[in-house]
């Protein structure tokens, strides 16, 4: 066989030849030589991390920028084409700089003699020990060491979820399946909560999470608004990959109101778009996050009105959404047929849809355009750097 050009790298992250074999951790512009070994091109990029390959994740560390923008800008535009659209504008990928990460879902246990903290290895359960990342926000890195050496103290079997979450007034640290037994054990994860400045140090035992340590109330700036940030909420995973997201929706419904944000989480959006003179309404079905929206919106002094409503069983009607001027949703990664069928029935004239997965997006889409709506705007964002997690922001119009 002829040596064989890696031409673009495929949804799961391997390359693909021009004779259509897949290579993994090969990188556009490679060449498969014909005795199995990769000549490295222009876009290959020596991964810096010694995780790569091993933590599963950032899959695609091998890529140089321009390639990996590339990938996430073909993810979006292939998965439009897939149902007959074809954006009028495009605009350049949003790709995230390293150690941008806000938020990080890791897992701890004692393997052998040792405490492992980290990512599980791809496709398996191992877990690898984590001493350093370059995609996680270097206070989330921080704590890690004195994390493990918390853990560490513990005697025997133990397993547990760490999600750690940037804030306004710190780190904030959420521990899932860890009993603490007796007041050593209590007055250790407080020293531990202290000597590292956390913002919070909650713990779920099983019943839900409870705040251990928690000095000043945990909050995140949300366009300007602090809101409170309940245990667990939804942020959007980088600070930057948030402003492109919400940036695009304040573009694209200038002028618009009243605006409703559905899924609105914390309000991500609705509080940017009243900043920029929207009133807006914010549905979420998730209760601490609607109080939190609640609460925040309260003391903005914007006009931000928060409904608690689940819009998988209870989609807004066409005539509950007729009376808006714009929506802008942001539904979890399965999308939200439902509620997007009532949208291509109504009248509402622009609607942006932001999405963290083309393919529910590009079916979901598909009934705007049956209902008359046209693909105006695409906007792809790499907020997951180096891994094949694409999002998009996208403004449909019905004209
Ligand atoms: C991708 S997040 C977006 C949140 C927010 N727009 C932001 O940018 O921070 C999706 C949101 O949908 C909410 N959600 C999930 N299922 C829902 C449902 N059935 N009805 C309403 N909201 C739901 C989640 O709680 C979450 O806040």
Redesign the pocket.
């Known amino acids: 066989m002829s040596d064989d050009p890696i031409l673009r790298i495929a949804a799961k992250g391997d390359g693909i030849t021009a004779s259509g074999a897949y290579v993994a951790g090969a990188a556009p512009g490679d060449v498969l030589r014909s005795d199995g070994s990769i000549a490295r091109g222009a876009n290959y990029a020596a991964p810096a991390c010694r995780h790569y390959g091993t933590c599963g994740g950032c899959t695609l560390q091998h890529v140089g920028d321009e390639a990996l923008s590339e990938f996430v800008r073909d993810r979006v535009v292939h998965a439009a084409r897939g149902q007959g659209m074809e954006p009028e504008i495009l605009a350049p990928t949003h790709l995230s700089p390293a150690g941008s990460r806000r938020r990080a879902a890791l897992r701890a246990a004692r393997v052998g003699g040792a405490i492992a903290l980290g990512y599980s290895e791809g496709g398996s359960h191992k877990l690898v020990d984590l001493k350093e990342c370059p995609v996680l926000a270097p206070e989330l890195v921080a704590v890690l060491g004195p994390l493990r050496k918390l853990l560490s103290r513990r005697d025997g079997r133990f397993a547990v979820e760490i999600d750690l979450t940037l804030a306004t007034q710190g780190v904030d640290v959420a521990l899932k399946g860890l009993t603490v037994e007796g007041l050593q054990q209590t007055e250790a994860m407080l020293d531990f909560a202290r000597d590292n400045g956390l913002a919070r140090l909650s713990l779920d035992q099983g019943y839900g999470p409870e705040s251990l340590w928690e000095p000043d109330g945990v909050t995140v700036n949300l366009s300007g608004v602090e809101a409170p940030l309940p245990p667990g909420?939804?942020?959007?995973a980088t600070l930057d990959g948030?402003q492109a997201?919400v940036g695009a929706a304040v573009e694209w419904l200038k002028g618009v109101s009243p605006v409703a944000?559905?899924?609105?989480?914390?309000g991500?959006?609705a509080f940017a778009l009243a900043k920029a003179g929207s009133k807006v309404l914010a549905?979420?079905?998730?209760r601490a996050?609607f109080l939190a929206c609640k609460s925040a919106a309260g003391r903005s002094g914007l006009i931000v009105h928060p409904l608690h409503?689940?819009?998988?069983?209870n989609p807004l009607m066409p005539d509950e959404l007729n009376r808006f001027g714009g929506v802008v949703l942001?539904?979890?990664r399965a999308g939200a047929r439902e509620q997007v069928g009532r949208i291509a029935a109504s009248t509402v004239k622009r609607v942006v849809y932001?999405s963290?997965n083309p393919s529910s997006w590009a079916r979901d889409a598909a009934q705007l355009i049956e209902g008359g709506y046209r693909l105006a705007e695409l906007r792809p964002v790499g907020q997951f750097r180096w891994t094949t997690h694409v999002e998009l922001a996208s403004l449909f119009v019905r004209d």
């Open positions: 909420a939804f942020l959007q948030e997201l944000d559905l899924f609105a989480g914390l991500t959006f549905a979420e079905a998730d996050a409503r689940d819009l998988f069983r942001d539904p979890p932001i963290c």
